[in-house]
């Protein structure tokens, strides 16, 4: 599906009440979705109180009966067809680091991305297309993982991305891309960004890459199949 073709604003009471009626158009089918959450729908969820989306970045098994629920959703909320965005796909890790955060949603198997997840996934999206909101929400989700230098960052996206692609998006990519985005974030606080480029090139050459663990269980596999 293609992004919404006017700009409109949803906000995290807006997506939960569509998402609890797409659920209902579900249960009316006979079906249970299975679904996850990206992007910056999944920022306003669980970490942002603030954040609007024009969207939600989803991937979904049901494929056909998920979209014809989400058009009655949209009409009945007057909203465009196009609020469900699956084009994320390629952005998604079947082995997501961090805790999913599952919603109680009658009709769906609903989770949103951990902070971890979400946090590669913008790193990754970033090295293809830049846009001022991704990159705002990439600072957010570092800072939200008390990460403060562009290398933490780009070492959490590598472990989070190594050997899942054949492309040639690498550390470099994912290192830049960080740096980008603090040093815009730094510029517009009034803040030095030569301090935060100094402590991230310290120790370079060393094998100090931050580590995260997960203990969740659920899989993703069967989004993606």
Same mark, same amino acid.
């Given at each position: 599906?293609?992004?919404?073709?006017?700009?409109?604003?949803?906000?995290?009471?807006?997506?939960?009440?569509?998402?609890?009626?797409?659920?209902?158009?579900?249960?009316?089918?006979?079906?249970?979705? #299975?679904?996850?959450?990206? &992007?910056?729908?999944?920022?306003?969820?669980t970490l942002k109180d603030e954040r609007f989306t024009q969207d939600v970045d989803a991937v979904f098994d049901h494929y056909e009966d998920f979209l014809a629920a989400s058009?009655?959703?949209?009409?009945?909320?007057?909203?465009?067809?196009?609020?469900?965005?699956?084009?994320?796909?390629?952005?998604?890790?079947?082995?997501?680091?961090?805790?999913?955060?599952?919603?109680?949603?009658?009709?769906? #198997?609903?989770?949103?991305?951990?902070?971890?997840?979400?946090?590669?996934?913008?790193?990754?999206?970033?090295?293809?297309?830049?846009?001022?909101?991704?990159?705002?929400?990439?600072?957010?989700?570092?800072?939200?993982?008390?990460?403060?230098?562009?290398?933490?960052?780009?070492?959490?996206?590598?472990?989070?991305?190594?050997?899942?692609?054949?492309?040639?998006?690498?550390?470099?990519?994912?290192?830049?891309?960080?740096?980008?985005?603090?040093?815009?974030?730094?510029?517009?606080? &009034?803040?030095?960004?030569?301090?935060?480029?100094?402590?991230?090139?310290?120790?370079?050459?060393?094998? #100090?890459e931050v580590e995260y663990t997960s203990d969740q269980d659920f899989s993703y596999e069967d989004l993606h199949n």
């Open positions: 599906m293609s992004r919404p073709s006017f700009h409109q604003q949803l906000d995290r009471t807006r997506v939960l009440q569509m998402l609890t009626d797409l659920g209902a158009h579900m249960k009316e089918r006979g079906l249970i979705a #299975n679904v996850q959450i990206v &992007g910056g729908a999944a920022i306003a969820l058009y009655d959703v949209a009409e009945s909320h007057g909203v465009q067809h196009d609020w469900i965005a699956d084009d994320v796909a390629d952005f998604v890790s079947q082995d997501p680091i961090g805790e999913p955060v599952e919603l109680a949603i009658d009709g769906l #198997n609903c989770y949103v991305a951990s902070p971890e997840h979400l946090l590669a996934m913008k790193v990754r999206a970033a090295t293809v297309r830049v846009s001022e909101k991704d990159s705002e929400d990439l600072v957010f989700l570092a800072e939200h993982l008390g990460l403060t230098t562009p290398r933490q960052v780009a070492d959490l996206t590598k472990r989070q991305f190594e050997g899942l692609y054949r492309d040639q998006i690498g550390y470099d990519e994912y290192l830049a891309t960080a740096r980008d985005a603090f040093l815009v974030a730094d510029l517009l606080a &009034g803040r030095d960004p030569l301090a935060r480029m100094t402590t991230s090139t310290e120790g370079e050459d060393s094998d #100090n």
